[in-house]
Every structure is written in C-alpha cells, then in structure tokens.
C-alpha cells in the first residue's frame, strides 16, 4: 500500500487524564486505519499517485482524477489530518512554545494568551466536524482558522503546525457534549517542541 497507518509516538493511555485510552483506540484504531485504507483505495485505481506525498496530493486537489476527487478531500485529509495529531501532543506536553515559535505567535496574535483564546474559538465555534488549525500560510505569516469536517490547510496552500481534531469521535466518550472542557484538556498534552519543528520547517 502507498500509506501506512502511523505508530502512536506513545502509549493509548499516555495521555490520559486529557484523552482517554478507549478515546485513542477508536480514534486510531478504527477511524484513522479506515480513512488509510480508503485512501489507498482510491489512489490504486491509478499507480503513479501512490509515489505523490500526501501533501502533494492535497495541494493539487485540482489536478486529480475526477473521479478520485472526493474521496481524496475526505480520507487523505483524514489520514494527514490525524498523522499530525498524533505528533503533536504528548505525555509530557503543556506550558508554552519558546524560541522562534514563540517570537512568531507573539508577533502574530500580540501573546501566547491571545493566540490560545483565538484558537480555541476556532475549535469550540467550528459548527459540527472538523479541525482548528495554526498554521503557515502562503505568505509565511501564522495564522489561525478551523475547516469542515477533514479539509486539510494543504488545500489551501498552507502548512499546518498545530491542528485540534473537533469531531465528537475525538471526545465524546471522556466529554460528551462538552467540547469547550476538551479543548482545554487540549493544552496540556501539546508538544511544544514537536509544533516548533515543523514552524521550522515551513
């Protein structure tokens, strides 16, 4: 197969109290691997795709089969959406960015306060499913935004550093309808040093 459902960087309980172990095993058990598997699906009707990049794939959306288009947007988001998540949290995550990352965000948003306050609105306000994102965009300047359901910021150019996942299978069975306690949970399994390296890298 082109993609591979990625390891977790932990253990299903690890990040715990924050998200629960049933929580990651659905998540990534089940949900991620589906949207693997359909993407691989998709893109083995045509076998030069399976050597593009997932980014690249999402970027050039446009230049897809048609047929294929769909199906892409949906599960290649997913697939990408959720293989950055994983990356950026941690047993060990919270407190706040330091460095170049926290000159950015501080120089974008006017503190790390205020950058937190404009991202969780994002998630908290995101009507039914989808991300809130910190990304980079096409000029370089950070910037934050949600999407629906698993729109990737590849679509649109842009490089995301940080992404939340707002869907109800993400909190549901810790949270329930509470998605505000979720995204506050949120901030205590960010890794801080996992969202600088991928900063530098954009």
């Not at 329930?176 to 995204?183: A, C, E, G, T």
């Amino acid at each position: 197969m082109a993609f591979e459902l990625p390891a977790l960087p932990y253990g299903f309980d690890d990040l715990a109290p924050h998200i629960g172990g049933d929580t990651m095993r659905v998540h990534h058990g089940k949900h991620h691997a589906a949207y693997t598997n359909n993407l691989n699906a998709a893109i083995a009707k045509y076998p030069e795709l399976a050597e593009v990049s997932i980014e690249d794939l999402l970027r050039g959306m446009a230049d897809l089969p048609a047929d294929i288009r769909v199906t892409v947007q949906n599960n290649g988001g997913g697939y990408a959406n959720h293989a950055l998540f994983w990356e950026i949290m941690s047993p060990d995550g919270g407190g706040a960015p330091s460095g170049e990352l926290a000159a950015a965000i501080d120089a974008a948003f006017g503190s790390f306060d205020a950058f937190k306050t404009a991202f969780s609105n994002a998630a908290v306000s995101r009507f039914g499913s989808g991300w809130a994102w910190l990304v980079v965009d096409s000029a370089g300047q950070l910037a934050v935004y949600s999407t629906a359901n698993q729109d990737s910021p590849y679509m649109s150019g842009h490089t995301p550093i940080l992404g939340l996942d707002v869907w109800e299978h993400a909190y549901y069975l810790n949270y329930q309808n509470r998605r505000p306690d979720y995204v506050a949970a949120f901030w205590h399994v960010v890794n801080w040093q996992a969202v600088a390296a991928k900063f530098a890298a954009a």
